[in-house]
Nanobody, 124 residues
């Protein structure tokens, strides 16, 4: 069993930065890939892939919309995965979720464990 808790969200102006953290409990966390997803406000908005990292940290993937602006990393000794977000835009406004799964999926369905989410709001 793995429990995930996101933190680091907040309100920043466009162009600013935030670093999200995904802290995990459970001895086997280091064996899981971790993904970040986001869900924007409004009806019909689906959970959208942002980034994912393999359990070793050696493989990472990003959505085209965040490439060059966001960086995912992990510290298995601290059971934590980070998402550094730079050059933030109003369209990055969403609830951000981290999830743990067997590999670096870009779809939310295969992930086994999810956090409760952290709100990120970017003002223009």
């Amino acid at each position: 069993q793995v429990e995930l808790v996101e933190s680091g969200g907040g309100l920043v102006q466009a162009g600013g930065s935030l670093r999200l953290s995904c802290a995990a409990s459970g001895r086997t966390f280091s064996r899981y890939a971790v993904g970040w997803f986001r869900q924007a406000p409004g009806p019909g908005k689906e959970r959208e892939f942002v980034s994912t990292i393999s359990w070793t940290g050696g493989a990472t993937r990003y959505a085209d919309s965040v490439k060059g602006r966001f960086t995912i990393s992990r510290d298995n000794a601290k059971n934590t995965v980070y998402l550094q977000m730079n050059s933030l835009k109003p369209e990055d406004t969403a609830v951000y979720y981290c999830a743990a799964g067997a590999t670096t999926y870009e779809l939310p369905g295969p992930y086994d464990y999810w956090g409760q989410g952290t709100q990120v709001t970017i003002s223009s």
